[in-house]
């Protein structure tokens, strides 16, 4: 996954000599593989494993292995744990974020409380925060500099208000952490290649983040089939960016039904007109009765023949 990149000071937690002497000390078993074989000497993991850390996704995690071996948990780890449940990660989630995010463990604690305190500074909530770093893991390993930044670009990219920045990063905050360079290009497709406006892709990102971080292939994809083969005009697809969202293979079979049956009509303003949403949102079932007016067995014998 493109966000799943931790910040390169993160991986520098320590030495190759320090790495060395760690795994040098005669009480460790020798040429142990696996953080597993080092449970019953350290006190630390065997704490960690208990909060339901998972050790054998951890050691796949660069440099994540030594640096929970050098790690006190009296001294270094109690403080952290103490520090995430005060942004607001519960205890039941606790080992799955440390299973992501080993390396929060290494870093210093006013460093954690300073980011934490910037967003509270540009008015997030303690539950906003609360679950932008439960589902952005790496959030807090990144400086107030580069946050700022972040908040910054999206702002002025899209030309945002700030409330609607808060909003997009609330609801996608892996757009904090991910590079940017996919998102750069997303941005770029949708204006040069998919011919949106400026107006209309900023409508699109807030009401469909994801489409930051979409494939672009499928992107494409997607657009042509709706703009091209179904004649939807760019200020519909605007009204409903989800569809985006949607399997093209989706919205091509329901469409062909439709067709099929004569009632493929997406301009609003005839009476059998069907929204995207309701194409591409509703259930099978659902879609058969109330939007193609057939039954589900109609829909399967007809998508035999495709």
């Avoid at 293979?249 to 493929?264: C, Q, S």
Wanted: hydrophobic share 40%; glycine share 4%; with cysteine.
């Amino acid at each position: 996954d493109w966000d799943d990149i931790p910040p390169s000071s993160a991986l520098e937690v320590i030495s190759e000599e320090e790495a060395v002497q760690i795994i040098a000390e005669p009480l460790l078993p020798v040429q142990s593989s696996t953080l597993r074989d080092y449970v019953d000497h350290s006190e630390t993991l065997a704490k960690l494993v208990h909060l339901g850390v998972n050790l054998s996704q951890v050691e796949k995690r660069q440099k994540a292995g030594q640096l929970l071996l050098t790690l006190d948990f009296e001294k270094d780890v109690k403080k952290i744990l103490l520090f995430l449940k005060d942004v607001g990660i519960e205890d039941n989630q606790l080992g799955a974020f440390l299973t992501k995010n080993p390396y929060i463990l290494g870093e210093d604690l006013e460093a954690l409380e300073t980011r934490v305190a910037y967003l509270k500074s540009k008015k997030f909530g303690k539950s906003e925060i609360a679950q932008m770093v439960s589902r952005a893991p790496y959030l807090l390993l990144f400086s107030v500099e580069r946050l700022d930044n972040r908040l910054g670009f999206f702002k002025n990219e899209l030309g945002l208000s700030v409330k609607k920045t808060k909003d997009l990063v609330i609801r996608l905050p892996r757009l904090l952490t991910g590079r940017l360079e996919p998102v750069k290009e997303n941005l770029q497709v949708c204006q040069i290649e998919l011919g949106f406006q400026r107006k209309e892709i900023q409508q699109i990102v807030y009401k469909t983040p994801k489409i930051l971080t979409a494939s672009r292939k499928r992107l494409k994809q997607t657009f042509d089939y709706l703009h091209n083969i179904m004649g939807i005009p760019h200020h519909m697809l605007t009204r409903f960016p989800q569809v985006f969202n949607s399997k093209l293979l989706r919205i091509r079979e329901r469409h062909m039904f439709l067709a099929f049956l004569g009632r493929a009509q997406y301009d609003p303003a005839q009476p059998s007109y069907i929204s995207l949403d309701q194409l591409v949102s509703l259930p099978d079932e659902v879609f058969c009765t109330e939007i193609a007016k057939a039954s589900m067995q109609d829909f399967e014998n007809f998508l035999k023949t495709l």
